[in-house]
C-alpha cells in the first residue's frame, strides 16, 4: 500500500520558494520523511494514522478536517522543504553523485 501525503506537490511549490519546475521524484520522498518524522514527532503515532486513513478514505470530520488545513499542512510543507533542501545540489546516477554548480 502507498503511503497516504497529506499535501501534495501543488501545497509544497505554492507555498515554499522551491521552483514549480522541479522534477516530484526529486522531493516527493521527502514529504513522506518530514511527515513520518515530524509531524508523527508532534502528532502521535495514533493521531497521525487516523488522520491518514479519514484522509485517503474522505471521511474527514470537520475538526479534524480544520487541524489538517490550519495546522498540520503549513507545518508538513516546510518541514518537507527542510528535509529536501540539503539534498537539492546533488544528483545521482548510475555515473555517481553530482554537485551542481
Do not use: C, W
Not at 45 to 71: A, G, H, P, V, W
Amino acid at each position: 500500500m502507498a503511503e497516504v501525503l497529506l499535501i501534495s506537490r501543488t501545497d509544497l511549490v505554492k507555498h515554499t520558494a522551491l521552483n514549480g519546475n522541479i522534477d516530484t521524484d526529486k522531493f516527493i520522498q521527502f514529504i513522506a520523511i518530514a511527515q513520518s518524522i515530524h509531524v508523527q514527532q508532534y502528532l502521535g503515532t495514533n493521531l497521525l494514522e487516523k488522520l491518514k486513513s479519514d484522509y485517503q478514505n474522505n471521511t474527514l470530520t470537520t475538526n479534524y478536517s480544520n487541524l489538517i488545513t490550519t495546522y498540520v499542512k503549513p507545518m508538513l510543507i516546510h518541514f518537507a522543504a527542510a528535509e529536501y533542501i540539503p539534498f537539492a545540489a546533488y544528483s545521482i546516477s548510475n555515473k555517481g553523485v553530482y554537485k551542481h554548480s
